[in-house]
């Protein structure tokens, strides 16, 4: 049998749906700039993460170069190599200066460490809650508290995470999330920015819109474009009745592959705990080659040639690209060692049960050598 296992599938609403909810645009002639489909966007977004201070953007990335600039921060910023190419570049493109923290086993900044990265000139803490899976907000606020230290995090993966029965968004003083069509709630493209202080509300406005202040006529600042549009909006306003479901679906998935995983020798599933409402983007392993008889590097492409497409996220940490390389403070011993052995599996709503017992049914069979 030929199997076919992708490592991930976006999620698309029902075809109806989307038509229905994009027909009044051909009415109203509104295509964008914060037109009717946005602003109820907005509204079922707030509504859903309980969050009242919260913006729009065409992206993630542009949504979280726009927090980095109007916050006004200078100097450096302590951020985890561990991550997707956005985290690091928005950092850099703000004008900052990265330093790299090491991670832990939760695959996060390790928040133990981040004090021996503290010197007079650290702005901010900058970070990812990735996979989906929290940081320690708790010790990051602590930590920031005591330095004077903003905390912006890159929740590009953690749509619909919840901590302490809230939603990751709302901690730090900003976070932004991704509805990149790969994510796990999408609206094509598309960001948000989730914030404390309402006053930045205006910034984001400028940054958005070319820094065009209309009241005055004037350009303010030297702004983009990154405004979200209608089709987009509509998107994301059908995808968000699915959103639960989605996490549901896949949180059975999670419990099947956990209790799968268990009779392998070698494989070990992330550590969840009971007390988090994880979204499950995606399900990662740590391969211990000397326990499992086979590499991570392997593993993954044996099981390509199988029809089952693993990734090997992040493979490179972004204080080793080409275009970082070498110009920053980095201490990331830990994080090296989980890039070379963790592999994500593949979930998604559409996967079955029985498609997570292949999965692990082939992984036997490699370590046995068949
Ligand atoms: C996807 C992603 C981004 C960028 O989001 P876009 O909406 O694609 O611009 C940023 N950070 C992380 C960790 C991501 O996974």
Redesign the pocket.
């Known amino acids: 049998m030929i199997l076919l296992i992708r490592p991930t599938k976006p999620v698309l609403p029902p075809y109806d749906e989307y038509i229905a909810e994009i027909k009044s645009i051909w009415q109203t002639g509104f295509m964008t700039n914060n037109g009717p489909k946005l602003k109820e966007f907005k509204r079922l977004l707030q509504e859903y993460t309980d969050c009242p201070n919260l913006d729009l953007f065409v992206?993630?990335?542009?949504a979280?170069v726009t927090a980095l600039k109007s916050l006004e921060l200078k100097g450096e910023v302590i951020t985890s190599p561990f991550?997707?190419a956005?985290?690091t570049n928005a950092i850099v493109q703000a004008g900052l200066t990265p330093v790299f923290c090491d991670i832990d086993d939760s695959y996060n900044i390790d928040a133990d460490k981040i004090q021996a990265c503290i010197t007079d000139k650290t702005c901010a803490i900058v970070t990812?809650h990735?996979f989906g899976i929290p940081c320690d907000v708790e010790k990051i606020r602590a930590i920031a508290d005591r330095h004077g230290l903003k905390v912006v995090y890159?929740a590009?993966?953690a749509f619909g995470t919840k901590l302490n029965g809230r939603h990751i968004v709302a901690y730090g003083d900003i976070t932004?999330v991704?509805?990149?069509a790969i994510?796990i709630f999408n609206s094509i493209?598309?960001?948000m920015l989730v914030y404390k202080d309402s006053t930045l509300q205006k910034k984001f406005e400028l940054y958005r819109n070319f820094g065009i202040n209309y009241e005055t006529s004037d350009i303010e600042l030297c702004g983009y474009n990154a405004k979200m549009n209608e089709f987009q909006a509509a998107m994301g306003i059908c995808n968000l009745n699915g959103i639960e479901a989605e996490i549901a679906k896949r949180h059975l998935l999670a419990e099947c592959y956990a209790e799968k995983l268990s009779t392998i020798r070698g494989l070990t599933p992330f550590n969840y705990a009971a007390d988090i409402r994880y979204n499950h983007a995606y399900y990662p392993i740590i391969v211990d080659e000397e326990a499992f008889g086979i590499s991570r590097d392997d593993l993954h492409e044996r099981l390509r040639e199988r029809g089952i497409f693993t990734r090997k996220l992040y493979d490179r940490l972004t204080c080793d690209s080409a275009v970082h390389r070498g110009k920053y403070k980095q201490d990331v011993a830990h994080a090296e060692k989980i890039s070379r052995r963790t592999l994500d599996l593949p979930i998604y709503g559409d996967l079955t049960a029985e498609d997570v017992a292949s999965v692990i049914d082939e992984v036997a069979k490699i370590q046995k050598g068949g």
């Open positions: 992206n993630g990335h542009s979280l991550t997707f956005s985290t990812p990735i890159d590009a993966q932004m991704s509805f990149h994510k493209e598309g960001g």
